[in-house]
């Protein structure tokens, strides 16, 4: 295993998700009372690990077609663009 590959994406990943929407979901589900803080973390759990399968799944279907420097300028594209629209929403 390329464990500097494993700890870039970690790094990657993690810092992306920290705040955004899906943690914060999560947090409002904790904080209800009498919630099951391990069945909120093992569902959430599960839900990312699902979408992040998806993701690499998608991911090695489309680069057997395409050169992943293209999918770098698509995906570097459509941040900026998501970006873009997010501070014009604002």
Not at 30 to 37: D, F, H, I, M, N
Not at 38 to 48: D, E, K, T, W
Not at 72 to 85: E, T
Request: net charge positive; no cysteine.
């Amino acid at each position: 295993m390329n464990l500097r590959l494993l700890a870039t994406v970690f790094g990657t990943v993690f810092l992306a998700e920290l705040g955004d929407k899906t943690q914060l979901a999560t947090l409002l589900f904790a904080s209800r009372a009498g919630t099951s803080l391990l069945a909120v973390f093992l569902a959430a759990s599960l839900a990312l690990v699902a979408a992040t399968a998806l993701g690499v799944l998608a991911g090695a279907a489309i680069a057997s077609h395409v050169q992943p420097r293209y999918l770098s300028y698509v995906a570097g594209v459509g941040f900026i663009l998501i970006g873009m629209w997010t501070v014009w929403r604002a």
